[in-house]
C-alpha cells in the first residue's frame, strides 16, 4: 500500500528568478542531505515550460545507493527528456520542501 502523493505546491519559479539559480547555490547538498531533510529536487527547463519534481521516494529509489553524489554534479547531466521534453540542457535545479510526509533514517553503517 503507497500513501496517494499529496498535491504538490511546487511552482515554476518567474523567469527572472530562475535565470538566477546557480548550481554554485547548492553548495555541497547531496543526495543524502535531500533525503535527510525530505527535500524534493525541482527540475526546471528554461527552454520550454516543462517542471519536474523528483520527490524524496523518487531520488531514494534513483540514488539510494549514491547518497553522497552532490546535487551539483548531477545536475549538469539533466536534460529536459521523457514524455513531452524539448531536450534542453539549459536546466535549473533548486530544491522545494516536500509537501508529504516524508521521514527518512540513514544507513547506519558508515562506510566512506
Ligand atoms: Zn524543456
Given at each position: 500500500m503507497t500513501a496517494p502523493q499529496p498535491p504538490s505546491t511546487l511552482k515554476r519559479p518567474a523567469a527572472k528568478l530562475l535565470s538566477r539559480?546557480?548550481?554554485?547555490?547548492?553548495?555541497?547538498?547531496t543526495i543524502r542531505v535531500f533525503l535527510a531533510k525530505g527535500f524534493s529536487l525541482a527540475i526546471c527547463c528554461r527552454e520550454c515550460p516543462r517542471l519536474i519534481e523528483w520527490t524524496p521516494a523518487d531520488l531514494e529509489q534513483r540514488f539510494g545507493a549514491r547518497l553522497d553524489l552532490r546535487i551539483a554534479d548531477l545536475a549538469p547531466r539533466l536534460?529536459?527528456?521523457?514524455?513531452?521534453?524539448?531536450?534542453?540542457?539549459?536546466i535549473a535545479v533548486f530544491p522545494h520542501g516536500y509537501d508529504g510526509n516524508w521521514s527518512w533514517s540513514p544507513p547506519d553503517h558508515g562506510d566512506d
Open positions: 539559480f546557480r548550481l554554485d547555490d547548492l553548495h555541497d547538498d536534460a529536459c527528456t521523457g514524455e513531452g521534453g524539448c531536450g534542453s540542457h539549459d
